[in-house]
């Protein structure tokens, strides 16, 4: 899997949209780009992921760049219930040998 | 949610002992993993399973063990429990093949592990 970085933390209102970035500089042209999201004391919960175009689904929004390197976890309205670790993946396949490498993630916080 | 349930979820133990954890899926799933999760570190992979009696080590996996003879369930075994694996542990499990990656891997609650 490819590194990522993404922001320690992020803090965003509640109602608003939340943009969460996160770069892939070494990411190779079969890695798709994965969000999870883990709420506190749960297990990791599958968001979004993509290839190269945009994507949409009932949770959230995926955004990346042209060139493939970052790409952008978009909330559209966060809720309270938003609040959690979220990580970004870049990997060939959602499971299979490799399974999913996880890094630190970003620690949303929605303030009221 | 997907049907996956891990067992305990919380426990105890003395260091030296033998532990075993469960998880079981409803979902009839090829893929079965075990990762834990410690403060500082995103979730590292511990053992996976392609499929019934076959299995493979993952990123940390000394000082483990792992079975699966059912395809809806796979054991952790901690040999001879040391305070370095009290952790967090959780199961997922996916569809995804080799080359497959229109899928997504689901995690289980977790089983917080506590060596003494």
């Known amino acids: 899997d490819a590194k990522t970085t993404q922001p320690n933390s992020m803090e965003s209102n509640e109602e608003e949209p939340v943009h969460l970035p996160c770069n892939h500089s070494t990411i190779s042209g079969t890695d798709y780009i994965h969000w999870y999201r883990q709420l506190p004391s749960q297990g990791p919960e599958y968001v979004i992921h993509?290839?190269?175009s945009n994507v949409n689904n009932r949770m959230a929004s995926l955004a990346i760049a042209e060139d493939r390197k970052s790409s952008t976890l978009i909330l559209h309205r966060a809720t309270l219930r938003d609040a959690a670790v979220y990580y970004c993946i870049a990997s060939y396949s959602g499971g299979g040998a490799d399974g999913l490498t996880f890094g630190k993630g970003t620690h949303l916080i929605i303030q009221p | 949610d997907a049907g996956i349930t891990q067992s305990p979820r919380h426990k105890v133990t003395e260091t030296g002992t033998p532990v075993t954890l469960r998880c079981h899926q409803t979902e009839n799933h090829r893929y079965m993993y075990w990762y834990r999760q410690d403060p500082g570190h995103g979730l590292r992979l511990i053992h996976y399973?392609?499929?019934?009696?076959?299995?493979d080590k993952g990123e940390v996996s000394d000082g483990y063990s792992v079975s699966r003879s059912k395809t809806e369930d796979f054991l952790l075994t901690l040999e001879s429990a040391t305070s370095s694996q009290t952790s967090v542990y959780f199961c997922?499990?996916?569809?995804?093949?080799?080359?497959?990656?229109?899928?997504?891997?689901?995690f289980g609650q977790g089983t917080r592990l506590t060596v003494v």
């Open positions: 997922a499990i996916s569809e995804s093949e080799g080359g497959t990656v229109n899928t997504e891997a689901f």
């Open positions: 399973s392609y499929g019934v009696k076959d299995t």
């Open positions: 993509g290839l190269t």
